[in-house]
T-cell receptor
Framework: DGGITQSPKYLFRKEGQNVTLSCEQN?????MYWYRQDPGQGLRLIYY???????QKGDIAEGYSVSREKKESFPLTVTSAQKNPTAFYLC???????????FGPGTRLTVL | GQQLNQSPQSMFIQEGEDVSMNCTSS?????WLWYKQDPGEGPVLLIA?????ELTSNGRLTAQFGITRKDSFLNISASIPSDVGIYFC?????????????FGKGTKLSVIP
């Protein structure tokens, strides 16, 4: 059963702590993306990766970090430097050379 | 960066009515995508458009790629309660090898039974 999984669904952290969000795909997609969604807003791109061991900053990368050691995995770390980390985080993937992106179910992060 | 203007922001309709929403851009795109997002879930791809003027249907949904390549429209016919959700448009520009998408802010659809 192919798809994109994100875990956990809900995450609570204390202010000042780093937290890592998981994203795994078994679609054999080359490209993976992380978006942040706030109420009433569109999706804003945090980071993306088109191949293993390579990634680029999106529009709002400050306070976030990523790694792409395996094709299937693209974890996102929300660091303590992110001023307003409470949001809904979405991971997506796409086939090389195609614009269509397919999304995971999302992780809602709440920083207390 | 590029921006998409999606309208209306929200709409309330009676079950059985038809729905129209659109996206406009200041820039040209070579792909237009329409997604639906249920509360607390990730967006699901509904329709993908690749050519200016293209009209594509998916069940009760019909979308069009504008001739100018700067806009797209989504129509839903005979709405039903499960159509409730947020609909997003996204424009793609694969020029220079970039496959990033630019998203509209969404149209929140409410269906009154």
């Amino acid at each position: 059963d192919g798809g994109i999984t994100q875990s956990p669904k809900y995450l609570f952290r204390k202010e000042g702590q780093n937290v890592t969000l998981s994203c795994e795909q078994n679609l054999n997609h080359d490209a993976m993306y992380w978006y942040r969604q706030d109420p009433g807003q569109g999706l804003r791109l945090i980071y993306y990766s088109q191949i293993v061991n390579d990634f680029q900053k999106g529009d709002i990368a400050e306070g976030y970090s990523v790694s792409r050691e395996k094709k299937e995995s693209f974890p996102l770390t929300v660091t303590s430097a992110q001023k307003n980390p409470t949001a809904f985080y979405l991971c997506a993937s796409s086939t090389q050379g195609r614009n269509e992106q397919f999304f995971g179910p999302g992780t809602r992060l709440t920083v207390l | 960066g590029q921006q998409l203007n999606q309208s209306p922001q929200s709409m309330f309709i009676q079950e059985g009515e038809d729905v129209s929403m659109n996206c406009t851009s200041s820039s040209i795109f070579n792909t237009w995508l329409w997604y639906k997002q249920d509360p607390g879930e990730g967006p699901v791809l509904l329709i993908a458009l690749y050519k200016a003027g293209e009209l594509t249907s998916n069940g009760r949904l019909t979308a069009q790629f504008g001739i100018t390549r700067k806009d797209s429209f989504l129509n839903i016919s005979a709405s039903i309660p499960s159509d409730v959700g947020i609909y997003f448009c996204a424009g793609g520009d694969s020029g220079a090898g970039s496959y990033q998408l630019t998203f509209g802010k969404g149209t929140k659809l409410s269906v009154i039974p």
